[in-house]
């Protein structure tokens, strides 16, 4: 699996930005798709999540501001970022964890990234 990032850039505060994430390759597993940042200096961190299904979870710092959404047809993940701030600054990596049964009555799980997009975010 492969996953490819792209939207970043440079906005002001109070701007918006979408991010994408194709995936492509064995992708037929896929049930979690994520949005990770890392600031500088700063632990990475989960920014919002999506399971197959359309569960989602926000952090708290995100929540009300940012979306993430999948779009099944295109093998690609979204996420709608508005009313950014400085501490949004960082890079925005994508993250997908699949499912491949291993034919002993379970299942096997594999964990996928992306390469970053930076978003800054001038004040």
């Known amino acids: 699996v492969q996953l490819q990032a792209s939207g970043g850039g440079l906005v002001q505060t109070g701007g918006s930005l979408k991010l994408s994430c194709i995936y492509s390759g064995d992708i037929s597993g896929i049930y979690v798709t994520s949005w990770y940042r890392q600031a500088p200096g700063k632990m990475r961190e989960l920014v919002a999540m999506?399971?197959?299904?359309?569960?989602?979870f926000y952090a708290s710092s995100v929540r009300g501001r940012f979306t993430i959404s999948r779009e099944n047809a295109k093998n690609t993940m979204y996420l709608q970022m508005n009313s950014l701030k400085p501490e949004d600054t960082a890079v925005y990596s994508c993250?997908?964890?699949?499912?491949?049964?291993?034919?002993?009555?379970?299942?096997?799980?594999?964990?996928?990234w992306g390469q970053g997009t930076l978003v800054t975010v001038s004040s």
């Open positions: 993250y997908a964890e699949v499912a491949r049964d291993n034919y002993e009555g379970g299942y096997e799980y594999y964990e996928y």
């Open positions: 999506i399971r197959s299904g359309g569960f989602t």
